[in-house]
């Protein structure tokens, strides 16, 4: 890429980020409301809806419900499903033994009974784990979902080769040493055969742990503990129509253009205390073009984007000059960063990981991602401020916020000199080619480099295929990735459920790899050990920043931006709120349309 169009791109994306921050700016000093009053078209208030709830009262059984996204799903099967709105989104038709509260902030991340009456009976020291099933719960069918629909929709997540994808936490703690071989090669006769679950009867679960976790009740909240029936288990091709165990049903179903959920008429709200099911209709359009997304939302055809991760740069302004109060502006729970993986030379070496580190204007690289406001506090650490934990800005190795806010050159060659590369040297960031704003960082980061002798090339890589391009170490070896540009939100709220595949060694995988450093250090290693077996909340957070710290002091990683988004939410909304247990987007569980 010729340097004068690299150039035009980061001057372009410097004057968004101005013009997006000088219309917050306006919205702050009053140009917008930031309360549930609404404003005179309807809608209820620049941030009304974050971490509060907006325009509660004001829910209506009825109607359509209408999410627009630029990206289907990896899958819509509970097992297979990663990505963080397929969780959100698949509440409407799948039920867990406990899920997040439906809440505002930080509660929406504390779990609540769902299918089951309480949350957990623990006892044997933490490795046992009872639940009772509550009385009235059905399929879309009618049949009573039991016991064992829950073992058999756990038991999937063994079944890897036919249903690859998903998060495998019950997995790894139920079976350590991996000696089930999932459902579809159980030769037991009621291919029920994982020793780890019992189900004496329809009522009753009990997990036994063959180690203590003491995250283990947050894996069972996420959706890849879903029921799933056996005789209704079409295997890989499920996620095409998953059966309800929801408020919802699929009626339609094409990939890449549109899901239509109705209601399931054998739900029983008394059976369900955390879905209010309001609409009678949840449909899911799909965009290609993020733009023309953007415009729809603005022009009142859709009600939010499912993919919540907020407006292109052209709605955002668009939004902000004429719709401030239709926009909320969360904390998300995501860090943007680079990571140096150890495999590329010079970048074994932590000096010369250290030395890109201090050579980067990071008040540049926040600008680029949309600036404080629309992109983000300056990222200064690696766990974000929604894990138990964290410290925030309030940790700042490098002072990325401060000092060396726009890079440190002399202290950035001091470390180039210690790695035996006075003069600088050269390597390659690799970038998905469906990102802009990550685009605009790689080239905002190969401008402040060239200052401490760093020459960088920018590899633009097909974001689809991010699991065997970045996510393969022999691929990143070969091509020569010494910087890798990504982000990470938690899967759940502690150290383990964010920091665990991208810093412990267990998980550095052949493919789709999220520990990019390739990060294998005893001492991290062993914090992570003492941390699922404490079952002190106190000790569990005070072993979580030791982590954080371990991964700074090694210099694996670059931070950007401890990230927000501007979210669009229509005038035709109500009961709208931002939580925790979805890294700062909307709860969609019990969206309304207003009376």
């Known amino acids: 890429m010729s340097t004068q169009r690299t150039t035009g791109r980061r001057k372009q994306a410097v004057a968004a980020a101005a013009v997006v921050a000088a219309l917050l700016s306006t919205a702050a000093c009053g140009g917008g409301n930031d309360d549930d009053g609404g404003s005179k078209d309807g809608a209820a208030g620049f941030n009304a809806a974050n971490n509060k709830v907006a325009q509660a009262s004001l829910a209506k059984k009825g109607g359509e419900l209408k999410f627009a996204g630029a990206q289907d799903a990896d899958s819509w ?3 297979r499903g990663y990505y963080g709105f397929m969780w959100n989104f698949s509440r409407y038709y799948s039920r867990t033994l406990v899920t997040g509260k439906a809440e505002p902030g930080a509660a929406g991340a504390e779990n609540t009974p769902d299918l089951a009456t309480s949350t957990a009976k623990i006892t044997d020291g ?13 399929w879309e069918d009618g049949k009573a979902i039991t016991s064992k629909d829950i073992k058999y929709g756990i038991e999937r997540m063994w079944a890897q080769d036919v249903l690859s ?3 495998v936490y019950l997995k790894d703690v139920l079976d350590p040493k991996n000696e089930y071989k999932g459902p579809y090669k159980d030769k037991s006769k009621d291919k029920l055969g994982l020793k780890a679950v019992e189900t004496p009867d329809d009522k009753t679960i009990v997990f036994k742990l063959p180690k203590v976790n003491s995250d283990f009740e947050n894996m069972l909240a996420m959706t890849s503990a879903a029921p799933v029936r056996q005789d209704k288990d079409t295997k890989s091709k499920y996620g095409l129509k998953p059966f309800s165990s929801g408020p919802y049903k699929f009626e339609s179903y094409t990939p890449n253009k549109k899901l239509v959920l109705v209601r399931n008429e054998n739900w029983k709200q008394s059976s369900d205390p955390v879905r209010k099911a309001y609409p009678d209709k949840v449909s899911l359009t799909f965009f290609t073009n993020a733009n023309d997304m953007d415009q729809r939302l603005i022009n009142g055809d859709y009600d939010l984007d499912a993919n919540q991760t907020g407006l292109s740069p052209q709605g955002r302004t668009t939004a902000l000059k004429q719709h401030r109060d239709n926009l ?8 943007r960063y680079a990571a140096f993986p150890q495999s590329v ?3 074994d070496n932590e000096h010369c990981r250290k030395a890109v580190i201090y050579g980067a204007d990071h008040e540049s690289l926040q600008t680029a991602r949309g600036g404080p406001i629309a992109g983000g506090a300056i990222g200064t650490n690696m766990l974000p401020p929604s894990v138990p934990g964290s410290e925030g800005q309030k940790y700042d190795p490098y002072k990325a916020a401060t000092t060396n806010k726009n890079g440190n050159v002399a202290k950035a060659k001091e470390e180039l000199k210690a790695c035996g590369k006075p003069n600088g040297f050269k390597t390659t960031i690799a970038v998905r080619n469906n990102k802009p704003v990550e685009v605009a960082t790689a080239e905002s980061l190969q401008a402040s480099l060239k200052k401490i002798g760093v020459t960088v090339d920018i590899d633009q890589y097909d974001g689809a295929q991010s699991s065997g391009i970045i996510g393969s170490p022999s691929n990143v070896k070969k091509k020569g990735y010494g910087i890798i540009i990504m982000g990470w939100g938690p899967d759940f709220p502690s150290v383990q459920g964010y920091g665990m595949p991208l810093w412990d060694s267990k998980y550095i995988l052949e493919s789709a790899n999220n520990n990019f450093a390739l990060i294998d250090d005893k001492s991290i290693d062993g914090l992570f050990d003492n941390f699922v077996k404490e079952l002190d909340d106190t000790k569990k957070t005070e072993i979580s920043t030791e982590i954080n710290h371990k991964v700074m002091e090694g210099g694996y990683y670059l931070p950007f931006v401890f990230e927000k988004f501007i979210n669009w939410r229509s005038n035709r909304l109500a009961n709208v709120y931002t939580t925790d247990n979805y890294s700062g987007t909307y709860d969609f569980v019990n969206l309304g349309l207003k009376k």
Do not use: A, C, E, Q
């Open 77 to 79: 099967d509970t097992t």
């Open 126 to 138: 933490g490795k046992t784990y009872t639940y009772t099933l509550r009385d009235g719960i059905t």
């Open 328 to 335: 909320d502006n969360p904390v998300s729970g995501y860090i």
């Open 345 to 347: 030379k010079p970048f």
């Open 165 to 167: 994808g998903g998060p």
